[in-house]
């Protein structure tokens, strides 16, 4: 027994590595049985001996080892094969076992498939079929949907060299012809997927992930494991690390493409495969000689080192506890390992740095999609946090590097791959989630630079107001589309307090405008970091009951006279409809494209209040699925009245997502508006559903 | 005394590694190169021809710092990024970034930006 305990020893990775090293053991005391599974007396003793060791190490740290980790079941079971006698109940005992030792039931099924065979009369002779059956069901797993599980997925390597070892105890299996035909004949698949998969990539990592490329390398390496070709799998890994790294750093030149392409095509060849064919990866995770001899360097490293070990000792403290805080110091810990990448990098050492950006990835996609760090994260920081001692920095291997950083990208959420679907947030062409943050980042010039006092609706600025606004609306969608809340919720008030400045002689707010202008930067610029965006407190509250108070003193005026005073009108009536309901709702009122002297103000207010009403019985039924659809909680209503032909014609657009109406429908309506409405009829435009009004002369 | 015929930079950015490779750098080509923990006083970088910010600060925002400084200062500032996203550049720019630079920093680059910037 190698394995001793002792209350000194510091929990996590100690504890950690001791079940690893305990669990191995445990394996290969089960493959040392006697073929019966009958243990003699002194294997037993160190079987107890083993199993309490295990235990001991189990309940060390609290919570370490998850409820459902098989090694809990596996405890339990090993006592069994110590007390039961019949060789009927050992063999099951064993065979369950091997089904739990890998946290995987390959071995035990393995197992079962030539038991199979045995009980079929043919237990000595290994014959051919017994041989490539199990392999080509060894293949299939390898190959197979499983794999795809993240933990198997990370695991896949070991999985497979245990596989070889599980294939070896029972002699033969793995030499048969038909075995080797089916290795290779899997072999040069993966490697053609391989190739199309590289010379189709966008060469970014999330392209690389999602297409394949890192699980087709990840199971290349499993191949050549299963295989016992140790030497080829490290070449498949280093292959492996430098296809990441290209994809990091936005691809190689077009030469170096081409080069790539032939070093994967060469895989393919049997016997053409040189794993020292990769120089650039020779040392690429050792400490550097600029390091050793740079003590400047080295103490500043120290320092940094020291500092991101900080703070994810407080990410995984609240996140074991369950603290309000895990979430700020989550964000936190992104930043810092995006920044400790290039840290490292500075420092020489390239693999850890790799290994840090493909971690840095992997988690700022889960805060892009909103999905909480799965537990599997939270074990691989706890082992990083062990690599990032300076000392143990300087001794880790590149193969830990490129280990930890396959388990971290099999970890890259799945969800991000269906991430692009179509969003709406301009006028016209639907555009892409994922390009969502490129478009508001680029179209926010205005606003970034706006100040409200000195940009307010004057004749000389009012292009530059028509396109702050237009930047406000445009960014109220953004946000809905990526779920930033409360960007969306302040762009909104501020649309509804220019609205309301734009209809009434209202004195301009200028201090609070500024403020909610200078809270919406802030929340900005965090959300430009990939930072949890906070509004300033109590400010949501103040632009909520300015714009109450305001309203009210525009009460709905019943004749208005003017087009101003028609606006004016028809916001008042928005605003109380809405109020009324609690169904967040805006008017946006489109400039008159006719002399308004001859409009019908009357008649207009009539028919868009019928409409607006009406309308908002569909809209309140689709109000619960508009997040889920990526659109802003409020609901737009557009209205637009021209003069065509010489009669005048309202179209009244909202984006509720309700489809048009059925011709009974649009009878039922047309029955509520009054007689000087001559036609109605409806259309989808742009994601719009637009109502269009003709007017009698 | 500045020597008027080097530039006066200053790199404003709390990792040690990162500050001390990049004075370094602007050190190989041939500028005075101050490294200066987050900062927020203007008055500080006044005398420098050229300010270098690095967007990933431990407890602030690079942006927010970048249009801080913008608000008071006139001379150039350089946004160093090193997340790889594009919308750096677009943002960085808005906040009021002459450049923004992208790591791995190569020299030629940095060399660019300084002779754009300090002309």
Same mark, same amino acid.
């Given at each position: 027994?190698?394995?001793?305990?002792?209350?000194?020893?510091?929990?996590?990775?100690?504890?950690?590595?001791?079940?690893? +090293?305990?669990?191995?053991?445990?394996?290969?005391? %089960?493959?040392?049985?006697?073929?019966?599974?009958?243990?003699? +007396?002194?294997?037993?003793?160190?079987?107890?001996?083993?199993?309490?060791?295990?235990?001991?190490?189990?309940?060390?740290?609290?919570?370490?080892?998850?409820?459902?980790?098989?090694?809990?079941?596996?405890?339990?079971?090993?006592?069994?094969?110590?007390?039961?006698?019949?060789?009927?109940?050992?063999?099951?005992?064993?065979?369950?076992?091997?089904?739990?030792?890998?946290?995987?039931?390959?071995?035990?099924?393995?197992?079962?498939?030539?038991?199979?065979?045995?009980?079929?009369?043919?237990?000595?002779?290994?014959? !051919?079929?017994?041989?490539?059956?199990?392999?080509?069901?060894?293949?299939?797993?390898?190959?197979?949907?499983?794999?795809?599980?993240?933990?198997?997925?990370?695991?896949?390597?070991?999985?497979?060299?245990?596989?070889?070892?599980?294939?070896?105890?029972?002699?033969?299996?793995?030499?048969?012809?038909?075995?080797?035909?089916?290795?290779?004949?899997?072999?040069?698949?993966?490697?053609?997927?391989?190739?199309?998969?590289?010379?189709?990539?966008?060469?970014?990592?999330?392209?690389?992930?999602?297409?394949?490329?890192?699980?087709?390398?990840?199971?290349?390496?499993?191949?050549?494991?299963?295989?016992?070709?140790?030497?080829?799998?490290?070449?498949?890994?280093?292959?492996?690390?430098?296809?990441?790294?290209?994809?990091?750093?936005?691809?190689?030149?077009?030469?170096?493409?081409?080069?790539?392409?032939?070093?994967?095509?060469?895989?393919?060849?049997?016997?053409?495969?040189?794993?020292?064919?990769?120089?650039? %990866?020779?040392?690429?995770?050792?400490?550097?000689?600029?390091?050793?001899?740079?003590?400047?360097?080295?103490?500043?490293?120290?320092? !940094?080192?020291?500092?991101?070990?900080?703070?994810?000792?407080?990410?995984?403290?609240?996140? @074991?506890?369950?603290?309000?805080?895990?979430?700020?110091?989550?964000?936190?810990?992104?930043?810092? @390992?995006?920044?400790?990448?290039?840290?490292?990098?500075?420092?020489?050492?390239?693999?850890?740095?790799?290994?840090?950006?493909?971690?840095? !990835?992997?988690?700022?996609?889960?805060?892009?999609?909103?999905?909480?760090?799965?537990?599997?994260?939270?074990?691989?920081?706890?082992?990083?946090?062990?690599?990032?001692?300076?000392?143990?920095?300087?001794?880790?291997?590149?193969?830990?590097?490129?280990?930890?950083? @396959?388990?971290?990208?099999?970890?890259?959420?799945?969800?991000?791959?269906?991430?692009?679907?179509?969003?709406?947030?301009?006028?016209?062409?639907?555009?892409?989630?994922?390009?969502?943050?490129?478009?508001?980042?680029?179209?926010?010039?205005?606003?970034?630079?706006?100040?409200?006092?000195?940009?307010?609706?004057?004749?000389?600025?009012?292009?530059?107001?028509?396109?702050?606004?237009?930047?406000?609306?445009?960014?109220?969608?953004?946000?809905?589309?990526?779920?930033?809340?409360?960007?969306?919720?302040?762009?909104?008030?501020?649309?509804?307090?220019?609205?309301?400045?734009?209809?009434?002689?209202?004195?301009?707010?200028?201090?609070?405008?500024?403020?909610?202008?200078?809270?919406? %930067?802030?929340?900005?610029?965090?959300?430009?970091?990939?930072?949890?965006?906070?509004?300033?407190?109590?400010?949501?509250?103040?632009?909520?009951?300015?714009?109450?108070?305001?309203?009210?003193?525009?009460?709905?005026?019943?004749?208005?006279?003017?087009?101003?005073?028609?606006?004016?009108?028809?916001?008042?009536?928005?605003?109380?409809?809405?109020?009324?309901?609690?169904?967040?709702?805006?008017?946006?009122?489109?400039?008159?494209? +006719?002399?308004?002297?001859?409009?019908?103000?009357?008649?207009?207010?009539?028919?868009?209040?019928?409409?607006?009403?009406?309308?908002?019985?569909?809209?309140?039924?689709?109000?619960?699925?508009?997040?889920?659809?990526?659109?802003?909680?409020?609901?737009?209503?557009?209205?637009?009245?021209?003069?065509?032909?010489?009669?005048?014609?309202?179209?009244?657009?909202?984006?509720?997502?309700?489809?048009?109406?059925?011709?009974?429908?649009?009878?039922?309506?047309?029955?509520?508006?009054?007689?000087?409405?001559?036609?109605?009829?409806?259309?989808?435009?742009?994601?719009?559903?637009?109502?269009?009004?003709?007017?009698?002369? | 005394?500045?020597?008027?015929?080097?530039?006066?930079?200053?790199?404003?950015?709390?990792?040690?590694?990162?500050?001390?490779?990049?004075?370094?750098?602007?050190?190989?080509?041939?500028?005075?190169?101050?490294?200066?923990?987050?900062?927020?006083?203007?008055?500080?970088?006044?005398?420098?021809?050229?300010?270098?910010?690095?967007?990933?600060?431990?407890?602030?925002?690079?942006?927010?710092?970048?249009?801080?400084?913008?608000?008071?200062?006139?001379?150039?500032?350089?946004?160093?990024?090193?997340?790889?996203?594009?919308?750096?550049?677009?943002?960085?720019?808005?906040?009021?970034?002459?450049?923004?630079?992208?790591?791995?920093?190569?020299?030629?680059?940095?060399?660019?930006?300084?002779?754009?910037?300090?002309?």
């Amino acid at each position: 027994m190698l394995l001793s305990v002792t209350q000194d020893a510091q929990p996590g990775c100690v504890v950690h590595a001791g079940l690893w +090293a305990g669990k191995r053991q445990l394996y290969a005391w %089960l493959v040392d049985l006697p073929a019966d599974g009958i243990p003699d +007396a002194l294997q037993s003793a160190a079987l107890a001996k083993l199993l309490d060791t295990l235990r001991i190490l189990a309940n060390w740290v609290p919570g370490l080892l998850p409820a459902n980790d098989p090694l809990w079941r596996l405890l339990k079971v090993g006592r069994g094969l110590l007390i039961h006698t019949d060789a009927v109940t050992r063999h099951k005992l064993l065979t369950f076992c091997f089904s739990q030792i890998e946290d995987e039931d390959l071995a035990g099924h393995v197992l079962s498939v030539v038991g199979q065979h045995q009980e079929r009369g043919n237990p000595d002779s290994r014959s !051919e079929s017994v041989g490539s059956s199990v392999v080509e069901t060894a293949l299939a797993f390898i190959l197979g949907t499983d794999l795809s599980l993240p933990l198997a997925w990370a695991r896949g390597p070991s999985v497979c060299r245990d596989l070889a070892v599980t294939l070896q105890y029972f002699p033969g299996s793995l030499s048969t012809a038909s075995a080797e035909a089916a290795i290779a004949n899997c072999w040069g698949n993966r490697v053609e997927a391989l190739a199309a998969c590289l010379a189709d990539s966008s060469w970014t990592l999330a392209a690389w992930c999602s297409n394949g490329g890192v699980r087709i390398c990840h199971q290349l390496a499993a191949l050549a494991e299963f295989d016992s070709n140790p030497a080829l799998a490290r070449y498949c890994r280093k292959l492996s690390a430098l296809l990441v790294h290209a994809h990091l750093q936005s691809g190689p030149d077009p030469h170096g493409k081409r080069q790539l392409l032939k070093l994967i095509c060469s895989l393919a060849q049997p016997g053409m495969v040189q794993p020292t064919a990769l120089p650039w %990866l020779a040392n690429p995770g050792c400490l550097s000689d600029k390091l050793q001899a740079d003590e400047l360097l080295y103490s500043a490293l120290q320092q !940094e080192v020291s500092c991101y070990r900080e703070s994810l000792d407080l990410f995984l403290d609240a996140r @074991t506890d369950g603290r309000d805080t895990e979430k700020y110091h989550r964000q936190q810990l992104l930043q810092l @390992t995006t920044r400790m990448r290039w840290v490292l990098l500075e420092a020489g050492l390239e693999c850890a740095s790799t290994c840090l950006a493909c971690c840095s !990835e992997v988690m700022a996609r889960y805060w892009f999609c909103k999905i909480p760090w799965p537990d599997r994260i939270t074990v691989l920081l706890a082992t990083l946090r062990e690599y990032l001692l300076v000392d143990i920095l300087l001794h880790t291997d590149a193969d830990r590097w490129e280990s930890l950083q @396959t388990q971290m990208l099999s970890l890259w959420p799945q969800q991000s791959y269906g991430a692009d679907i179509p969003v709406r947030i301009g006028p016209a062409t639907p555009t892409t989630l994922g390009q969502v943050p490129r478009l508001l980042s680029s179209s926010l010039q205005t606003l970034a630079m706006a100040e409200p006092q000195g940009f307010y609706m004057t004749d000389a600025d009012s292009q530059g107001a028509e396109q702050m606004l237009h930047e406000l609306a445009l960014l109220e969608r953004g946000a809905a589309a990526v779920e930033i809340r409360p960007v969306e919720r302040l762009c909104g008030q501020l649309l509804d307090m220019y609205g309301l400045l734009q209809v009434s002689d209202t004195t301009i707010p200028t201090a609070l405008l500024q403020r909610a202008h200078s809270s919406l %930067l802030s929340m900005l610029d965090a959300a430009a970091l990939w930072q949890e965006p906070v509004q300033e407190t109590g400010l949501s509250q103040e632009i909520d009951a300015w714009l109450r108070e305001r309203w009210q003193q525009y009460p709905l005026a019943e004749h208005p006279v003017d087009w101003p005073g028609l606006c004016l009108a028809l916001q008042s009536f928005a605003a109380s409809l809405g109020g009324m309901l609690a169904l967040p709702l805006r008017l946006e009122i489109q400039t008159l494209s +006719a002399p308004p002297q001859a409009l019908p103000g009357q008649v207009l207010l009539h028919i868009v209040q019928v409409l607006i009403r009406t309308l908002c019985l569909d809209v309140g039924s689709h109000q619960a699925n508009r997040n889920g659809r990526h659109l802003p909680v409020v609901t737009v209503f557009t209205l637009s009245v021209a003069l065509v032909d010489g009669h005048w014609c309202l179209e009244l657009g909202e984006d509720s997502g309700a489809a048009v109406p059925d011709t009974q429908e649009m009878s039922r309506l047309k029955l509520k508006l009054p007689d000087a409405a001559s036609r109605i009829s409806c259309r989808m435009e742009h994601g719009l559903r637009v109502f269009r009004v003709t007017f009698r002369q | 005394m500045k020597d008027r015929n080097r530039w006066a930079v200053a790199v404003v950015c709390d990792s040690p590694v990162l500050s001390l490779q990049l004075c370094r750098q602007l050190t190989r080509l041939d500028c005075y190169c101050t490294a200066i923990k987050a900062e927020t006083d203007p008055a500080r970088l006044q005398d420098f021809d050229l300010v270098f910010i690095e967007l990933m600060l431990l407890h602030q925002n690079g942006f927010a710092l970048m249009r801080l400084l913008r608000t008071r200062l006139a001379l150039p500032l350089v946004l160093v990024t090193g997340t790889g996203r594009h919308t750096d550049h677009d943002w960085g720019k808005a906040a009021g970034a002459t450049a923004v630079l992208e790591r791995p920093l190569a020299d030629d680059a940095v060399a660019q930006v300084l002779s754009c910037c300090c002309q």
